[in-house]
């Protein structure tokens, strides 16, 4: 079966969530992902998780969720012959991607201007939190302190109570988004010109970018937005625009509707005071605590039925196990699994894009450290002794199950 990227090599330095993400989407579409670990413990998400539990006892979720489709070998890449091993191999790549601090993997040999000596047509996508250069070029490029500075966490949440960051790595997954837009469009543009090029991806401008309607709105309208008290869904909206309570202990959110046709599908004729536009977003709270003494008359499913039925727009709120059973994600085929060595079977999220003719697959499971490094080394011509003396040295280590 043919893949969109297949025959295209990324040599991947990137650890924790940004650029694996990246990385596995591209793997995802057919590329050779070799990733290029620390020799010993690894990208450092193994050694995180959630629960203070562990996949099959050892391995980390963190890590099984982003480095699918790829191959692992785990360097000491402060060795002088793991650079030049590293620098023979870069001149097969197509990309590059890492996403340390600015300056650290320069400072090893392994910069845009290390690779392009020797491969004048490589892609060189560099992920981080606050760009290259600048006043926070040396703090920690978290995905909860990005969304802190860049307006996110202060547009959500109660007003009475304090902001709420995202429940996701949102930050981390649109960098990854945006690190796979440019490695794209680089490789389109290297097949019109033969030209390689060097990309910078960060964090702060990406989350930024995403929030670009709140800023236009804020920046020319003259307004900040303020949380309300209430649960209306977003700060600049007026209601019935939230989440609401239902009888049996559920929750529905309301999006776009008349309101009008809402409070008469409530059977609430007394809301109609509220239908004017100024007055939904002026008493926004109160008209949310009188349509949610409403909606909690109703049962979940009910309410839904009533709901969908004249065409509001709404949904049942749904934790993650719920949702992964939910009929639309069933009949996608969005939750899959797949074999890991130690894992055992590992329930994932399913490629989301899909192709006609060169459809995403799942190939090979996240890999253990270092899995494939002798058959990635012997690939590019290194000898049995040659890749045995690596590992009795320590710069390179095999985690082979």
Known sequence: MNKALEGVRILDFSHLLQGPFATQLLGDMGADVIKIERAGAGDMFRGMTFFAKWVGGSESPNFLAWNRNKRSIALNLKSRKVHAIIMEMARSADVVVQNFRPGVLAKLGYGYDDFRAVNPRVIYCSGSGYGEEGPYVERPGQDML????????ANT????QAPVPAGAGLADQIGAMNMVYGILSALYYREKT??????EVNLLAGLLAHLNQEYVAVLNLGEDFVRPNSGIGHPGMQAPFGVYETKDGGYVSIAMSPFKTLYEVLEAPQLAVYDDLKTLF??????????NAETRKFATQDLLAR?????????????IRRAAEDPQVRHMGMIT??????GGKVRVVAPAVKMSETPATIDRPAPLVGQHGREILAEF????????ALEASGDMTVDAA
Not at 337 to 342: A, N, Q
Not at 381 to 388: Q, R, T, V
Request: glycine share 12%.
């Open 146 to 153: 990005i969304q802190g500075l860049a307006g996110l966490i």
């Open 157 to 160: 949440g109660r007003g009475d």
């Open 194 to 199: 033969g030209k390689g090029q060097k990309i």
């Open 282 to 291: 002026d008493k926004r709270d109160e008209v949310f605590e009188k349509v």
């Open 307 to 319: 709901l969908l039925a004249v065409d509001i727009w709404c949904a049942a709120v749904k934790d």
């Open 337 to 342: 699994s797949y074999d890991h060595p130690r």
């Open 381 to 388: 011509g290194l000898s049995k002794d040659e890749i045995a």
